[in-house]
């Protein structure tokens, strides 16, 4: 019999049959949808949690609390519930329907702000209080961690080895933190490519945060390259992926999809893995489909 807790992780690898532009390149989604709870921040949220309880951080009678786009307050909402925590979680208002509603679910607080940043400023005011804990994802390494010991290992694993390139949306960064770090130990030749928005474009998951928002964990050498990817080709290949390969995802995992593309039509040869990072059912309200 296994908890809901173990079934965070070991999400399997998916091959593009019809989007991929070059026949000497294998381009490998990594379906973080297929976690508990429908995305990859299943990982660092029970990795934040458990961390914080293992080392006496979170007292009797605190509450959590934590800003958050979407993904990640679901992710954490879950795993609070399993160990009987109070959660409140702070969004941007632009946040869709699904994911406030199924925060509410799980028995999370939801407060909604201007956006993102006003978000992370409102739980920063919030959680000088002595009642809240905070567990800054944007700063917490537990965040990293996870993917150091999971996604990383996985995907080294799921390849055979043979992984040549590893395509991640950057928001909080701790996917591709703590990914770079475990597959750079295996071969550091293994190149880490970063997507994140065109100026004036808005991909909810994929961020270029102003200096200030940075986020702490971030190291900019850990990426060998980034790539800027615009709001219309995210959509274009959200929409692509559920209509040609029948993988059902998010805006970022269409960014991350179009620059893992992009990517292949350079290549002599190579194996090149994405994350896959949500379900696309957390979209149905927006025009995301339409």
């Known amino acids: 019999m296994s908890s809901l807790l173990d079934l965070v992780g070991n999400t399997p690898l998916v091959e593009l049959q019809k989007l991929n532009p070059n026949p000497n390149v294998k381009i490998f989604g990594k379906l973080e949808g297929n ?37 990640t307050g679901i992710a954490l909402a879950m795993i609070a519930r399993l160990f009987d925590l109070e959660i409140e ?6 946040s869709t329907k699904e994911r406030v509603l199924t925060m509410e679910a799980y028995g999370a607080t939801v407060i909604l702000t201007e956006n993102m940043e006003s978000a ?28 150091y010991r999971t996604t ?19 928001g909080t960064t701790g996917t591709i933190m703590g990914v770079s770090r475990y597959l750079k130990e295996q071969n550091n030749d293994i190149q880490i490519v970063g997507c994140q928005p065109t100026d004036g474009s808005s991909i909810p998951g994929i961020r270029k945060w ?18 800027e990817v615009t709001q219309e080709n995210a959509v274009m290949m959200t929409r692509k992926l559920a209509r040609e390969e029948a993988i059902f995802a ?41």
């Open 152 to 170: 990383g290992p996985e995907t080294y694993k799921d390849t055979n080895q043979k992984i040549t390139h590893f395509v991640s949306a950057m």
């Open 35 to 71: 976690n508990p709870g429908g995305s990859v921040k299943d990982r660092a949220a029970f990795s934040m949690i458990k961390g914080a309880l293992d080392r006496g951080e979170i007292k009797p009678g605190m509450k959590l609390i934590e800003a958050t786009s979407g993904n």
């Open 89 to 94: 979680l702070i969004m941007p208002q632009s």
């Open 120 to 147: 992370r400023d409102f739980a920063d005011e919030k959680a000088s209080a002595d009642h809240y804990f905070m567990l800054n994802q944007f700063a917490n390494p537990d965040n990293w961690k996870a993917h």
């Open 250 to 290: 998010g805006m970022s995992s269409g960014g991350a999809a179009w620059a893992a593309i992009q990517l292949a039509k350079e290549l002599t040869e190579g194996v090149i893995v994405f994350i896959i990072c949500d379900r696309g059912d957390r979209y149905l309200s927006s025009d995301l489909f339409g």
């Open 210 to 227: 102003p200096f200030a928002y940075l986020p702490k964990i971030f190291e900019r050498e850990r990426v060998d390259r980034v790539m």
